[in-house]
Nanobody, 126 residues
Framework: QLQLVESGGGLVQPGGSLRLSCAAS????????IGWFRQAPGKEREGVSC????????NYADSVKGRFTISRDNAKNTVYLQMNSLKPEDTAVYYC???????????????????WGQGTQVTVSS
């Protein structure tokens, strides 16, 4: 059974960078589209980015376009979210999620995903 574990969160100053990792165990990520989501206190969960099984298709929320980059290394069973030029409004718990699919696409709709990690806290503050 596929399990996901996020890591790489922490405290960073505005303008700084972090790289989040979503590592899989129990099964391969190779046939799973992966999404990154975040939830700030008092706010609804937001889709941040996603990547298709091949990695050739990606999507980003407008709020992170040009600053965040999603990638995957199927050999390492891991998906990454590189976050640059971080802003205080990026502060949230970040989650990765997986959906088994053969379609060469992904969406940032949380309802599309069936397996979730436990989340990692990202705090952007001076």
């Amino acid at each position: 059974q596929l399990q996901l574990v996020e890591s790489g969160g922490g405290l960073v100053q505005p303008g700084g960078s972090l790289r989040l990792s979503c590592a899989a165990s129990g099964s391969t990520l190779r046939l799973n589209a992966i999404g990154w989501f975040r939830q700030a206190p008092g706010k609804e969960r937001e889709g941040v980015s996603c990547i298709s099984i091949s990695g050739r298709s990606t999507n980003y929320a407008d709020s992170v376009k040009g600053r965040f980059t999603i990638s995957r290394d199927n050999a390492k069973n891991t998906v990454y979210l590189q976050m640059n030029s971080l802003k205080p409004e990026d502060t949230a718990v970040y989650y990765c999620a997986a959906r088994a699919t053969i379609q060469p696409m992904c969406v940032t709709d949380a309802q599309w995903y069936g397996v979730w990690g436990q989340g990692t806290q990202v705090t952007v503050s001076s």
